[in-house]
């Protein structure tokens, strides 16, 4: 990453042995003399925290720690880490965890910008596009990567179960730290999962039919690259550290090219049927790509023999001579989902979730309410055999 940062679009990566004390490093030199932790209550009972707090409890000076966040992300721990914040005059915010403490960080980050009080203020008004209080922001991840840490995109529910949705540069991450000691032991369902989403995103990243930059397709290639030579050996070989931690870093960098890159209508059609069943948005989002690849003419305006060539031997890409670009990364993801069934029952339809008639009903009149043609042609491909 660049020397200089421009708080609203730079993220500086820290992966590997020392990452935390790195972290340590980095956030010391950008000034950062007051630390606010948040963290998911997941964190705590498994033991993250206090590994943390052992690798670097000396070099931060954490004055203030919220610790209450759960699954879901609510507009109350927004408020009381807000207040939290300000009662202990920090300067700075940490973020560990999963996707729900990395979004109360990131609101809390907005909210300190824009001067507001409550989170709900956002369900009358929009995040403000200017800024002089830049409120510095590290994310250190814990089992994989979910690829969300890149994201600018913060998820929050109300009291009343209304969801407070964001999307804003100004909650970008500027300090992303990955260390091997995060990746603790999980099952082969998450490392399936986790897998399949960073594929997913880098290929729909590489796909894309807007303009996207050269960091995202270097982005997506290095993690279809770690995906290849670790996907396998990691599902067989979950107990070994290294190839979680290449596979949380494929998913890494897979999440800042997908969230970097103009977002489709697949992010969209996930996010309301989670919205309405609450099902892992991972499994959601890999079960729809794999029926875009499988369903939709999606156009293909990258080269992908350049792509075979860059990542090497993988042996779930085959060239052949004839065959187009869309049919040889249908084939790809094909033979990435059959190669999971010799390790783990993966779930292939949304039904495989629990997800209902009634909810998928609930999720496509909520996606296709203010939608075109092409979104409800969208939704009635991927979700009429469900």
Not at 251 to 268: I, K, R
């Amino acid at each position: 990453m660049r020397g200089q940062y421009n708080f609203e679009s730079d993220i500086k990566f820290l992966t590997g042995k020392g990452a935390l004390r790195n972290c340590a490093v980095t956030l010391s030199n950008m000034g950062c003399r007051r630390f606010m932790l948040i963290c998911d209550e997941e964190s705590v009972k498994s033991g993250h925290l206090k590994r943390l707090l052992r690798r670097v409890g000396k070099e931060l000076n954490i004055v203030a720690q919220y610790k209450k966040v759960k699954d879901r992300a609510t507009a109350e721990d927004c408020d009381k880490a807000l207040r939290l914040y300000k009662e202990k005059d920090c300067d700075s915010i940490i973020a560990l965890g999963q996707k729900s403490a990395i979004f109360v960080a990131k609101a809390v980050k907005i909210m300190l910008k824009d001067g507001v009080s409550f989170m709900s203020n956002y369900f009358d008004c929009a995040v403000n596009n200017i800024s002089s209080n830049f409120i510095p922001l590290a994310v250190i991840p814990t089992y994989l990567s979910s690829g969300i840490e890149a994201s600018n995109a913060v998820r929050v529910w109300s009291e009343d179960s209304r969801l407070i949705r964001l999307d804003t540069p100004f909650a970008q991450t500027n300090v992303l730290a990955l260390d091997p000691c995060m990746c603790s032991l999980v099952g082969r369902k998450r490392i399936a999962s986790t897998g399949l989403n960073a594929l997913a995103m880098a290929i729909t990243s590489l796909i894309s039919r807007k303009k996207v930059d050269p960091m995202t397709k270097v982005y997506s290639l290095d993690a279809i690259t770690l995906i290849t030579d670790n996907f396998e050996p990691c599902l067989l070989y979950s107990g070994i550290r290294k190839y979680r931690f290449h596979v949380a870093f494929a998913a890494m960098l897979a999440g800042c090219a997908y969230w970097s890159s103009p977002n489709d209508m697949l992010t969209e059609l996930a996010e309301s049927i989670c919205d309405v069943s609450g099902a892992d948005y991972r499994d959601v989002f890999n079960i729809l790509f794999a029926k875009v690849v499988e369903k939709i003419d999606v156009k293909w305006n990258f080269d992908t023999y350049a792509i075979v060539n860059l990542i090497g031997y993988n042996q779930y890409i085959k060239v052949q001579d004839g065959k187009k670009g869309g049919e040889i990364i249908k084939d790809c993801v094909n033979n990435y989902y059959a190669e999971l069934k010799k390790y783990v029952k993966y779930p292939l339809r949304l039904k495989d979730l629990a997800i209902d008639d009634d909810m998928l009903s609930k999720a496509y009149d909520e996606f296709a309410k203010d939608g075109d043609g092409e979104k409800i042609y969208f939704a009635d491909k991927l979700l009429k055999d469900e």
